[in-house]
Nanobody, 123 residues
Framework: QVQLVESGGGLVQAGGSLRLSCTAS????????MGWFRQAPGKEREFVAA????????YYADSVNGRFTISRANANNTVYLQMNSLKPEDTALYFC????????????????WGQGTQVTVSS
């Protein structure tokens, strides 16, 4: 069983930055593709960013491309989401997800999920 724990959320003003972290309790973390998703109140969960197990392939939602950066440190079993130039519409509960195999932008293809970390951007 893989457990994912997110951290780094908080309250920030528009234009500010946050870095989210997600640590996995699994020995074979380096074989897992990882993704970040978010869900705002009253909205469906949406894709934000994803990274392959090597880190060589990365995908971003159009809404965050150029502002957010996903990365991973396999030695620390951790995946990061650096969020810059934050906007009020980025306010959401952010989830980390993992799957063995190829990287994906589709939530239903991920097997493991964290509990989420809240990001609130004030205008």
């Amino acid at each position: 069983q893989v457990q994912l724990v997110e951290s780094g959320g908080g309250l920030v003003q528009a234009g500010g930055s946050l870095r989210l972290s997600c640590t996995a309790s699994v020995r074979t973390f380096s074989s897992y593709a990882m993704g970040w998703f978010r869900q705002a109140p009253g909205k469906e969960r949406e894709f934000v960013a994803a990274i392959s197990w090597t880190g060589g392939t990365r995908y971003y939602a159009d809404s965050v491309n150029g502002r957010f950066t996903i990365s991973r440190a396999n030695a620390n079993n951790t995946v990061y989401l650096q969020m810059n130039s934050l906007k009020p519409e980025d306010t959401a509960l952010y989830f980390c997800a993992g799957r063995s195999g190829a990287v994906s932008t589709t939530a239903r293809e991920y097997d493991y999920w964290g509990q989420g970390t809240q990001v609130t951007v004030s205008s």
